[in-house]
T-cell receptor, first 113, second 112 residues
């Protein structure tokens, strides 16, 4: 059974600082996803990481994937208040299969002025 | 309409009521999903449909009954719910199972 663990689950940081959210998964997975959720809203897709060593960047967010370590990271550079949200990582079983994605518990990020 | 839409956006129902949640995707996808998101709990996958056939049911109570009449529409029929069923119900779709999922805005359900 695929399990996905994120840490930290809660993060309060100041604007301008850098930080990293970690996502570990338990079994082989060939795709790793990052989503953002604002309070009371739905999930918005941020990144899809498809292979070992993949790195994607959008603005102040950068995501990477190490399939050998079964680890993905979401790095925040020079945080701004607008990035406050809950961030989820999700993985699927290798080869796709019939299952939906397995999500982590989410990281609740608060960025303070 | 574009993307994934859900109706209603908010629903309050009594424990003896019967209601249905509707999801429609305009992305040409072949797989659709229902998730439950409760406060302080991870997203729980409830049902997966691929090409209109149910492929996964994660031991969801029978008071939740899904229906997928075609690849664009997904329903979740609700009856005799419990207060602990109050949650945000999210619908998602993907090109096929195991691929990037696109989520609808959700239905906030309150069971009184």
């Amino acid at each position: 059974e695929l399990k996905v663990e994120q840490n930290p689950l809660f993060l309060s940081m100041q604007e301008g600082k850098n930080y990293t959210i970690y996502c570990n998964y338990s079994t082989t997975s060939d795709r790793l996803y990052w989503y953002r959720q604002d309070p009371g809203k739905s999930l918005e897709s941020l990144f899809v990481l498809l292979s070992n060593g993949a790195v994607k960047q959008e603005g102040r967010l950068m995501a990477s994937l190490d399939t050998k370590a079964r680890l993905s990271t979401l790095h925040i550079t020079a945080a701004v208040h607008d990035l406050s949200a809950t961030y989820f990582c999700a993985a699927d079983d290798s080869g796709g299969g019939a299952d939906g994605l397995t999500f982590g518990k989410g990281t609740h990020l608060i960025i303070q002025p | 309409e574009t993307g994934v839409t859900q109706t209603p956006r908010h629903l309050v129902m009594g424990m003896t009521n019967k209601k249905s949640l509707k999801c429609e995707q305009h992305l040409g996808h072949n797989a659709m999903y229902w998730y439950k998101q409760s406060a302080k709990k991870p997203l729980e996958l409830m049902f997966v449909y691929s090409l209109e056939e149910r492929v996964e049911n994660n031991s969801v109570p029978s008071r939740f009954s899904p229906e997928c009449p075609n690849s664009s529409h997904l329903f979740l029929h609700l009856h005799t719910l419990q207060p602990e069923d109050s949650a945000l119900y999210l619908c998602a779709s993907s090109h096929r199972t195991g691929r990037e999922q696109y989520f609808g805005p959700g239905t906030r359900l309150t069971v009184t």
